[in-house]
C-alpha cells in the first residue's frame, strides 16, 4: 500500500502578497498586482508591465539583508517562503526528525541576471567583422561577479533551502517552464509515497522580469501589450485576450507523509491524491491543438486520485491569457468532464498575479487548498467579453462561495510538459 501525503505548512511571495493569507484576501477581492515594470526601464519595450514583488525582503523573514544581498531573487523568494511553510508546519520544533528522511525538491528558474555588464561586454567587442570574442571574454573577466553569476543558476535555491533547515536527504531541481514547481509537487510526492523520505519541501522560483526575459518573450509573442491598462491586461478566456502579464514570486509546501505528520501532531492543510505528468510531443511553444497532452493529464491525475471527474469541484487552471492555452484548455476540461464541463467551475488566478512561470504551479496549489479550507473559489477578473471557444464557467470577476472537498490544478509548459495535481480535503 503507498503511503499518504500531505500538507503540513504552506508559505509563498508573490505580487498580491508576502504571504498566504494576505495573498488569498487579495485573490477573494479581485485585486490585481499587476503594473507598470519598476525592475528595470522597460520604456522602450513593447511590453511595459509586469507582476513584481514590491516592498518586500528576506529580513522580514528573520534573515539578515547584508548576508543575502547578492544571492539571487529566486533565492531569497524561495527561502524566504520556505521558512513560512517550515514555521507554519511546526518542523522546526520536532527534534526527532530524521534529518536524511527529509529532502527537497524544487522547480526554479533564473533569479536575476546582470543585463548592464552583458551589454557592455557585446557593445565593447563589436567590430566592423562581428564580435570579438577576445575582447568579449576580456571584458567579461573583469566585469561579471563570480558570485552573482553562480547565485542566478536554478539549481542555487535547492542547496541554501536543504542548509537553511538541515535537509540531508534527496534534493532536485526540475526546471520544465511553467510547469515546474507542479512537477516538482509531483515528483517530491512519489518520493514520499515509496518510502524514500518522510518529509520533503516542495515548490519553486521565478524572476524573469529582467531585459533578457521580457524580449525573449516579446520575440515569442506571448506578452500582452496592453500598456495602458495594466490591471486589465491578463485576461484570461477573454476575447479580447491578447498574451499573458509576466510575475514573479516564490511558493512552498511541507509534504510529509501521513503517519509521520500525525507522530507529531502536525497541522493537516489537505492531501495530494493525485498526480499526472504527460509530454505533448509537439510543438515547443505551442500546445497541441486538440489538447491531447493536457487531456491525459488530467485523466492520469484522476485516475491516479482514484476518483471521477465528477467528484472534482473546482479547476484552477493554467489560464494563461494567450489565445491558443486558454482555448485549448477549455476544450481538453470539456472533453475530461464531459456533461459535466458545464457546471464544473474553472478559473485562472494568473488573471491577477500574472504568470509566475516555473513558481506559479505551486502557488496555485496552495490557492486550491486555500479554497477548500474557507469554500471560496477564487475568479478570473477581466472577464468581460465572451469568447464562442472558452464558454464555460470561469467565475467571473467575483469570487464565489462553494463547498469544496477536491480541486484540480493544471500547469503546462513550453516545451509541452503537462502537469496536474489533485488535492483534496484531508478526512482522516
Known sequence: ???????????????????????????RESKSGVGYTSIFDASKFPTRISAEVKNWDIAQEGEDSATWAKRG?????????????????????????????????????????DFLSFA??????????????????????????????????????????????GAQGPNFNCLTACAASSQAIGEATEI??????????????????????????????????????????????DRLRDGFVLGEGGAMVVLEDLEHAKRRGAP??????????????????????????????????INDAKLNPSDIGYVNAHGTSTSVNDRVESLACKTVFAERAMQTPVSSTKSMMGHLIAAAGVTELIVCLLAIRDGVLPPTINYENPDPDCDLDYIPNVAREAKLDVALSNSFGFGGQNISLVAGRFKG
Request: proline share 5%; hydrophobic share 40%; aromatic share 6%.
Open 1 to 27: 500500500m503507498r503511503r499518504r501525503v500531505v500538507i503540513t505548512g504552506v508559505g509563498c511571495v508573490n505580487p498580491l502578497g508576502h504571504d498566504v493569507e494576505t495573498m488569498w484576501s487579495a485573490l
Open 192 to 237: 514520499i509515497r515509496r518510502g524514500d523520505a518522510d518529509v520533503m519541501l516542495s515548490g519553486g522560483a521565478h524572476s524573469m522580469i529582467h531585459p533578457f526575459g521580457v524580449t525573449g518573450f516579446n520575440l515569442l509573442t506571448a506578452l500582452s501589450t496592453s500598456n495602458d491598462a495594466p490591471e486589465k491586461a491578463s485576461r484570461p478566456f
Open 73 to 113: 531573487r529566486h533565492t531569497r523568494f524561495a527561502c524566504g517562503a520556505a521558512k513560512q511553510a517550515v514555521r507554519a508546519s511546526g518542523l522546526l520544533d520536532d527534534k526527532s526528525l530524521d534529518p536524511v528522511r527529509f529532502g527537497v525538491y524544487l522547480g526554479c528558474g533564473e533569479g536575476s541576471q
Open 120 to 165: 557592455t561586454m557585446m557593445t565593447s567587442a563589436l567590430t566592423p567583422d562581428g564580435l570579438d570574442l577576445e575582447k568579449f571574454t576580456k571584458t567579461g573577466m573583469e566585469l561579471l561577479d563570480p558570485w552573482a553569476e553562480m547565485e542566478q543558476e536554478p539549481n542555487m535555491p535547492s542547496g541554501y533551502v536543504a542548509g537553511m533547515f
Open 268 to 301: 493537516i492543510l489537505g492531501e495530494i491524491l493525485g498526480y499526472g505528468t504527460t509530454a505533448d510531443a509537439y510543438r515547443i511553444t505551442d500546445i497541441h491543438p486538440e489538447g491531447r497532452g493536457a487531456i491525459a493529464c488530467m485523466k492520469m491525475a
